[in-house]
């Protein structure tokens, strides 16, 4: 079973500033989808970003970015002019690509963000 | 934009009781899944729904569990027989498809089972 580790409990960032939450996942699988989502207060699981392992271009959106290393199996998600509003729980998540496999998400423990004035 | 929706919010229940929990999906999607978070831990995925049958489910989704379709609209989630350990943030989520450009799984706010 694919395993998903985000090694950072807790990060904090200055507004404005750029920080980089780290994941890195165990799979033997080629086809694979990556997932960032973001988890604020009120508990809803929120799609920031997302990857196709077969793309080798980092996928971005707005201010978000990720960096993926297919190789060293790292997917580190980059926020960059960090707002007030971006502090949450940010969870890592992959998805099998081999439909044999399921469709289910396997998300990481989670790294919450703290965003300082 | 359309969303999942979930009700009710908070369900709050006493142990052996039977408690169901309901989800609206996306109106075009196909593919249905309910998840659970105990609090302070990680997302746990329960089981997939596709085309009125369970396609996937977890060592989790044991018989005390079931899901249903029951109308063109919306998707439940029934535990049978509620035990404290059941006390959990439950996700419902939709996807268009499983592959492709629609495979993202959008997520409902959650209903928060305290079970008593």
């Known amino acids: 079973a694919q395993t998903v580790t985000q090694s950072q409990p807790e990060m904090s960032v200055q507004e404005a500033e750029t920080v980089t939450l780290s994941c890195t996942y165990d799979?033997?699988?080629?086809?694979?989808?990556l997932f960032w989502y973001k988890q604020p207060p009120s508990r809803q699981m929120i799609l920031v970003i997302r990857?196709?392992?077969?793309?080798?271009q980092n996928a971005t959106e707005n201010r978000f970015s990720v960096n993926f290393q297919k190789a060293a199996k790292s997917f580190s998600l980059k926020i960059s002019d960090s707002q007030l509003g971006d502090a949450a729980m940010y969870f890592c998540?992959?998805?099998?690509?081999?439909?044999?496999?399921?469709?289910?998400?396997?998300f990481g423990k989670g790294t919450s963000l703290l965003v300082t004035p | 934009e359309p969303e999942v929706t979930q009700t009710p919010s908070h369900q709050v229940t006493q142990m052996g009781q039977e408690v169901i929990l309901r989800c609206v999906p996306i109106?075009?999607?196909?593919?249905f899944y309910w998840y659970r978070q105990i609090l302070g831990q990680k997302v746990e995925f329960l089981v997939s729904?596709?085309?009125?049958?369970?396609?996937?489910k977890s060592e989790i989704f044991d018989d005390q569990f079931s899901v249903e379709r029951p109308d063109g609209s919306n998707f439940t989630l029934k535990i049978r027989s509620t035990k404290l350990e059941d006390s959990a943030m439950y996700f419902c989520?939709?996807?268009?498809?499983?592959?492709?450009?629609?495979?993202?799984?959008?997520f409902g706010p959650g209903t928060r089972l305290t079970v008593l």
């Open positions: 799979t033997s699988e080629s086809d694979y989808y």
């Open positions: 998540a992959y998805r099998s690509g081999y439909s044999n496999s399921g469709y289910a998400l396997n």
């Open positions: 990857q196709e392992a077969y793309k080798q």
């Open positions: 729904f596709y085309n009125n049958e369970i396609s996937e």
């Open positions: 109106s075009n999607h196909l593919y």
């Open positions: 989520a939709s996807s268009e498809a499983t592959s492709g450009s629609r495979d993202t799984q959008y």
